[in-house]
């Protein structure tokens, strides 16, 4: 029986695809149980998505081969759904380790930092100019208590 050099090579393959997958179900299937729950929860659950998504595509490859268009297949398009939502949110669960995280300490400095600008004085400088200015008034205000003591004695003398 002579087939056609396309179908062969997609035959090839096939049988190359199916070697794969016999080894990674080998893979899979060689560690116990007890080995599979000491792996840690993200490790486990990855293993578990990828046996959902393997057994919704061998679903998928036998409604093709009854004839049948995957996608016309209710049942099978939710799960399809199903297992792309829960990659995505192991994908999220994995890459929330290299998110940025927020420094407290850096965030508490910079806002305060923020708070004031640095063209105008800051308020120490302006409770010291305040100081400085009511101590030079009540250097004046002496003075002129004294000038105006100084005058009401020189009236009294010359009244005298």
């Known amino acids: 029986m002579n087939l056609p050099p396309e179908t062969l090579a997609t035959l090839s393959n096939i049988n190359n695809s199916l070697k794969k997958l016999q080894k ?22 990855e293993i578990h998505m990828s046996a959902m998504y393997a057994t919704v595509a061998l679903a998928a490859i036998n409604e093709k081969l009854q004839g049948n268009d995957p996608g016309n297949n209710d049942e099978l398009q939710v799960e399809i759904k199903r297992v792309q ?10 890459d929330k380790n290299l998110r940025p995280r927020l420094n ?57």
């Open 85 to 94: 939502k829960l990659e995505a949110r192991l994908k999220e669960q994995r």
């Open 104 to 160: 407290p300490y850096a965030a508490k400095a910079f806002v305060r930092n923020a708070m004031f600008d640095v063209n105008e004085p800051s308020k120490k400088n302006n409770e010291n100019e305040n100081m400085e200015v009511k101590e030079e008034a009540e250097d004046n205000d002496s003075e002129e208590e004294q000038q105006e003591e100084v005058r009401v004695k020189e009236e009294n003398m010359d009244d005298e």
């Open 24 to 45: 990674a179900v080998n893979d899979f299937t060689n560690i116990s149980y007890d080995e599979h729950l000491q792996r840690p929860a993200i490790e486990q659950a």
